[in-house]
């Protein structure tokens, strides 16, 4: 019971983010604006969305941080019998770490949307500065690249039989971070939209 708290707190706000950043969720943003300002243009409201996805990405990614360090120390958290078992795949030492330094998935994680992040700030605050098209490619790049370890991870999944949810989870985060970044980057290209300081 814990554990479906526990994932639906990090994953409805990244869906949540996903659908503000997409076109569907302009809506939504309009309906906000006046409590939110930045969500009265595109821009604001893609940041806002990337926003929410990379803080929950960072948390989920902390989540299974702690799950695998519990599991070092002969601790459990989520075993189970069934197909959903992340224990099994945070606990396994062969699969928990990537394949060239050794460092947890989940710390790679941490670190990966902490930087995606501040990226997303930087983004937010200063969206004609200096920085601003660098980060976006490299967000760009750097979730893009994301897809390549999704990959790799969902087949150890296939291999050991089991599915970690705190893993999808943040799997998705990935996957809409990255949407997030094509549509900055889509963007970015249409000087009058991205400098526009309305939707109306």
């Given amino acids: ?27 939504a943003a ?7 300002e930045i969500l009265s243009t595109v821009r604001g409201q893609i940041t806002a969305g990337l926003q929410i996805i990379t803080f929950f990405g960072f948390a989920v990614s902390a989540q299974t941080f702690w799950i695998s360090s ?39 994680g941490m670190v990966v949307n902490a930087f995606l992040l501040f990226m ?14 660098r980060f976006i490619q490299l967000g760009t790049l ?14 150890y999944e296939i291999e050991e039989g089991k599915i970690c949810l705190y893993c999808t989870t943040a799997h998705i985060a990935n996957i809409a971070a990255l949407i997030g970044f094509l549509r900055l980057r889509k963007l970015h290209d249409d000087n009058a939209a991205w400098k526009a300081t309305s939707t109306t």
């Fill in 142 to 155: 750097i979730t893009g690249a994301g897809i390549l370890v999704i990959l790799l991870l969902v087949s």
């Fill in 120 to 133: 997303v700030l930087v983004i937010k605050n200063d969206p004609n500065g200096e920085y601003t098209q």
């Fill in 30 to 36: 309009d309906s906000l604006s006046s409590r939110f």
């Fill in 1 to 27: 019971m814990l554990d479906n708290l526990l994932i639906g707190a990090y994953l409805i706000p990244t869906l949540f983010g996903l659908f503000l950043l997409s076109p569907m969720g302009r809506s």
């Fill in 70 to 108: 519990k599991i070092s120390e002969g601790g459990n958290f989520c075993t189970s019998s069934t197909v959903f078992s992340c224990d099994d795949l945070l606990g396994n030492n062969d699969l928990n770490v990537d394949p060239f330094f050794g460092f947890s998935w989940g710390f790679i």
